[in-house]
């Protein structure tokens, strides 16, 4: 994403990333990769939950986030999602802005 955030900001679209580890090891993060975005914290699962993304036991038996990308509008409604179960497998920074495109496009 950061390497395509300039295109982002373009597309006038925020991007956050939420994580269920604590603020402090989320600004490590941010700043070994020098990210211009935040990751937020979610050590109570409640925004992970809220979107159906709870990996119960996925690391060394704690709960964890699974790998999604969702696209929402100003109104907080979900106008496109990307889920995995593989978190290897991520989608390209190209194809989040083609779908960003398209949905201001239409509006």
Not at 38 to 55: E, N, Q, T
């Amino acid at each position: 994403m950061q390497s395509r955030y300039h295109d982002f900001q373009t597309l006038k679209t925020d991007i956050v990333g939420i994580c269920v580890d604590p603020p402090e090891a989320n600004a490590k993060v941010v700043a070994k990769l020098d990210l211009t975005y935040p990751i937020l914290s979610d050590p109570d699962l409640k925004v992970i939950d809220a979107f159906g993304l709870r990996h119960e036991n996925g690391l060394m038996g704690k709960d964890i986030a699974r790998p999604a990308v969702f696209i929402l509008d100003k109104e907080g409604r979900v106008l496109w999602k990307d889920l995995t179960a593989n978190y290897r497998v991520r989608v390209k920074p190209g194809t989040l802005i083609d779908v960003i495109g398209a949905a201001t496009s239409k509006s």
